[in-house]
């Protein structure tokens, strides 16, 4: 099932959209509780990741269906004097998941950093609970090699942005600890340049 337009909207989220805010904390803390509890240990940390997301450089969108209920948040992340932005973070209510909304919260993401000039769309992709093959392994000396035999071992989440046309571009070995790498993927979101 695919979403349809008329049973959601994606707005930016705003600092005075309290009852908003307050549902995409709550997702945010139930979406990251299992794969990365460290990250949000609790309400105080998910209400002041949602805060930082108000600040110039950043895009905070959030879709909603009709009765104003969160259903789903993404944030963005301008590097690069904004030619890269970086896709964070990204959470859908678990009852709207395998329903197109991921797709269309990022389609939406890369269609406002366009607007404000990237170039390049980029997200990282933490394994922190070992559900690729990248995790709870020394990934040293031949990082690139062990990226490029990447098996998902437990649902991790850089399959996603591979559907939504990212590629692997990296890994950033140990970043949550040993055998916890960063997974990165871009995508090109500007348009190329007439020769």
């Not at 979403?3 to 959601?8: E, F, G, I, L, W």
């Not at 769309?121 to 990226?147: C, F, I, K, M």
């Not at 939504?164 to 348009?191: M, S, T, Y």
């Amino acid at each position: 099932m695919s979403v349809r337009q008329s049973d959601m909207r994606i707005a930016d989220l705003r600092p005075a959209d309290g009852a908003a805010i307050q549902q995409v904390a709550s997702l945010l803390l139930e979406g990251f509780r299992e794969h990365s509890p460290d990250w949000l240990p609790d309400m105080a940390a998910a209400l002041e990741e949602v805060r930082e997301s108000f600040q110039t450089g950043r895009v905070s969108r959030v879709a909603v269906d009709g009765t104003g209920a969160v259903l789903g948040w993404i944030g963005g992340i301008s590097h690069y004097k904004g030619r890269a932005w970086e896709l964070h973070p990204m959470v859908v209510r678990p009852d709207w998941q395998g329903r197109g909304l991921g797709q269309a919260l990022v389609a939406d993401l890369e269609e406002q950093v366009r607007q404000r000039g990237a170039i390049t769309l980029w997200v990282g992709a933490d394994d922190e609970d070992y559900r690729t093959s990248l995790g709870g392994v020394d990934l040293y000396p031949n990082v690139l090699a062990q990226l490029a035999q990447i098996r998902n071992l437990g649902g991790h989440p850089y399959e996603f942005y591979r559907k939504q046309g990212f590629v692997l571009v990296g890994v950033i070995p140990d970043a949550n600890g040993f055998g916890r790498p960063d997974i990165i993927l871009a995508k090109r979101v500007g348009r190329l340049p007439l020769p």
